[in-house]
């Protein structure tokens, strides 16, 4: 079992930057890849990236890419997401995801209670 905590939202200007974290319970957190989704009131919840068990590997939404960078510590139990050149599209709720990697939310086991991320223009 893996408990996940996030941490970081707020109220940013467009062009602005914020640094997500997502604390992870548990001795069985290199164990998982991370992803990170977000919800957009009234839309469907959607992947924004991941990254593999030793940090490896990263993959983002075309969305995100180049603005975004995801990261992790394995001994602090901690993955990130350093959000670059925000935009008012990129409000939503971030969630952080423990599981088998992928954009696919189906592969992701555990899942934090969200963070808030508004982006105002």
């Known amino acids: 079992q893996v408990q996940l905590v996030e941490s970081g939202g707020g109220l940013v200007q467009a062009g602005g930057s914020l640094r997500l974290s997502c604390a992870a319970s548990?001795?069985?957190?290199?164990?998982?890849?991370m992803g990170w989704f977000r919800q957009a009131p009234g839309k469907e919840r959607e992947f924004v990236a991941t990254?593999?068990?030793?940090?490896?590997?990263?993959y983002y939404a075309d969305s995100v890419k180049g603005r975004f960078t995801i990261s992790r510590d394995n001994a602090k139990n901690t993955v990130y997401l350093q959000m670059n050149s925000l935009k008012p599209e990129d409000t939503a709720i971030y969630y952080c995801?423990?599981?088998?990697?992928?954009?696919?939310?189906?592969?992701?086991?555990?899942w934090g209670q969200g963070t808030q991320v508004t982006v105002s223009s």
């Open positions: 990254i593999g068990r030793s940090a490896g590997s990263t």
């Open positions: 548990g001795r069985t957190f290199s164990s998982y890849a």
């Open positions: 995801a423990a599981g088998y990697g992928s954009s696919s939310l189906g592969q992701y086991d555990f």
